[in-house]
């Protein structure tokens, strides 16, 4: 009986100790992350893009290694281009952040995002918008809803198909975000904007160049600026264009 008693009184002990071991290489790992977030937070603002102070926070917020190929984890926060968890590739943190910039979100916005690898942005963008609507063109649409209640973000919604005329319940959105590169953009989903709404998107165009677009409704007609060159990786699978 003795024995018995030692046995499982050990077993306890191990079993604590193992359990503070996680925990505590659990909080190194997130101490490191954010660690490395800040520096790269420090990296963009000072970059020259116009990337506003408000942006750089909600970076601070989001842990880009969860969405990119683990194989590439101890890059993660270098500001360049990786491979997305399931397929694809994220574009570079200083792209992703002028391209949030160009969009301009605001705190009651209703932006509809949509793309390849739209997961890393999407998240930027829950902490600078009321709610945030996302339609993925790789697999990994059915693993952002695990991985945003793990960052405990409640405010996107994710669609079950990679169509462009998801969530039909909204008549228009504030402002709409293409995460990737496309030669042109369907009037279906300029259709979707509001009046006085921001679409934001990245043009391919002929050799390779790319270049952020920012398109304005307005009563007046629509207005177009650019916000310099980028490189995101090309939409295949969902149909943006006519």
Same mark, same amino acid.
């Given at each position: 009986? &003795?024995?018995? *008693?030692?046995?499982r009184?050990?077993?306890f002990i191990?079993?604590? &100790?193992?359990l503070?071991?996680?925990?505590? @290489?659990s +909080?190194?790992?997130?101490?490191?992350?954010?660690n $490395?977030?800040?520096n790269?937070?420090t +990296?963009?603002?000072s970059s020259? *893009?116009?990337? %506003?102070s408000s942006?750089? +926070?909600a970076?601070?917020?989001?842990?880009r290694?969860i969405?990119?190929?683990?194989t590439y984890?101890s890059?993660a926060?270098d $500001? =360049?281009?990786?491979?997305?968890?399931?397929?694809g590739?994220?574009?570079?943190?200083g792209?992703?952040?002028?391209?949030?910039g160009?969009l301009?979100p605001?705190s009651?916005?209703?932006?509809?995002?949509?793309?390849?690898n739209?997961g890393y942005?999407?998240?930027?963008?829950?902490?600078?918008?009321a709610e945030?609507?996302?339609?993925? +063109?790789?697999?990994a649409?059915?693993?952002?809803?695990?991985?945003f209640? /793990?960052?405990?973000?409640? $405010?996107? *919604?994710t669609?079950?198909?990679?169509d462009i %005329?998801?969530?039909?319940d909204?008549?228009?959105?504030?402002? =709409?975000?293409?995460c990737g590169a496309v030669?042109?953009?369907s009037e279906?989903l300029?259709?979707?904007?509001a009046i006085q709404? $921001?679409?934001?998107?990245?043009?391919? /165009?002929?050799?390779? &160049? @790319? @270049?952020?677009?920012?398109l304005r409704r307005s009563?007046?007609?629509?207005?177009?600026?650019?916000?310099g060159?980028?490189y995101?990786p090309?939409?295949k699978a969902?149909?943006i264009? %006519?």
């Amino acid at each position: 009986m &003795f024995r018995i *008693r030692f046995f499982r009184r050990a077993l306890f002990i191990f079993s604590l &100790f193992s359990l503070m071991s996680l925990y505590a @290489q659990s +909080e190194q790992a997130k101490v490191e992350w954010i660690n $490395n977030n800040i520096n790269l937070a420090t +990296e963009l603002s000072s970059s020259g *893009r116009g990337i %506003n102070s408000s942006i750089i +926070e909600a970076l601070k917020k989001v842990p880009r290694h969860i969405f990119i190929d683990e194989t590439y984890s101890s890059i993660a926060y270098d $500001n =360049i281009s990786l491979p997305g968890s399931y397929g694809g590739f994220l574009a570079s943190p200083g792209d992703t952040l002028a391209a949030i910039g160009m969009l301009s979100p605001s705190s009651s916005d209703k932006i509809l995002i949509a793309g390849s690898n739209t997961g890393y942005p999407a998240a930027i963008l829950s902490e600078l918008a009321a709610e945030i609507y996302l339609i993925e +063109e790789t697999p990994a649409a059915g693993e952002y809803k695990s991985l945003f209640a /793990e960052l405990g973000i409640s $405010n996107i *919604r994710t669609s079950a198909k990679s169509d462009i %005329n998801a969530f039909s319940d909204i008549i228009a959105f504030d402002k =709409i975000f293409i995460c990737g590169a496309v030669s042109e953009v369907s009037e279906k989903l300029t259709e979707r904007l509001a009046i006085q709404g $921001n679409m934001t998107f990245i043009l391919a /165009e002929e050799g390779g &160049f @790319q @270049q952020i677009v920012s398109l304005r409704r307005s009563l007046l007609g629509d207005s177009i600026s650019c916000g310099g060159s980028c490189y995101f990786p090309e939409i295949k699978a969902l149909r943006i264009t %006519n």
